[in-house]
């Protein structure tokens, strides 16, 4: 007989996994608290790294069913999603996404629909990176400054550099304007610069 298990993430502490486990059981999951599996991980992390995932994974048995809500919460990473179905599969474990209206995706149908996917999530990233990289490139021309905006004044900047060239050490400049030592060291490689 084959168990029901839920994988339910979320990224940060703030967040619960209660929506997800509503959102199971109004798709007609029964939720048995034992076969919950919880974990508060990022989803860059790949799916083996993460240790209640880990754990998981040695607890299932070949006909068992993997109930989660979307991809994303077995991965960001298309390839990672992707290894990890596929290596449930391998074991005889069916994976069902809610979001693919409960598709089975270790099914022909469902292998199908995640190559689509994967295939359009890597586009979509790659078109985002293609505009992130256009966008700097043309904030660049324009002379727009990138990055965060100095911590130091152009009058403290003249400053330093002054109390620098008269031998003050970096570490009481730093406390003198509230300040780390890098970013002293960072107005002296300025001044030294040619």
Do not use: W
Request: hydrophobic residues 40%.
């Amino acid at each position: 007989m084959s168990r029901t298990f839920i994988y339910a993430r979320v990224s940060t502490a703030d967040q619960t996994t209660n929506n997800q486990l509503r959102e199971i059981e109004s798709a007609g999951f029964a939720i048995n608290e034992r076969r919950v599996v919880a974990e508060c991980i990022s989803g860059s992390v790949a799916a083996s790294e993460r240790p209640q995932f880990a754990k998981l994974l040695d607890r299932l048995e070949p006909g068992d069913i993997l109930v989660v809500t979307k991809l994303d919460r077995l991965g960001r990473n298309a390839m990672d999603v992707r290894s990890t179905i596929e290596r449930l599969a391998a074991d005889g474990i069916r994976v069902h996404c809610l979001a693919l209206g409960g598709m089975d995706l270790t099914s022909a149908a469902g292998k199908m629909t995640m190559g689509v996917l994967i295939v359009m999530a890597e586009f979509e990233r790659d078109l985002l990176i293609e505009r992130t990289q256009s966008g700097l490139a043309r904030a660049r021309a324009e002379g727009k400054r990138m990055g965060r905006p100095p911590s130091l004044s152009k009058e403290y900047q003249a400053e330093i550099r002054q109390r620098l060239s008269a031998g003050e050490s970096v570490s009481q400049l730093a406390r003198d304007y509230q300040t780390t030592r890098q970013s002293i060291m960072r107005v002296r490689e300025k001044a030294d610069a040619p």
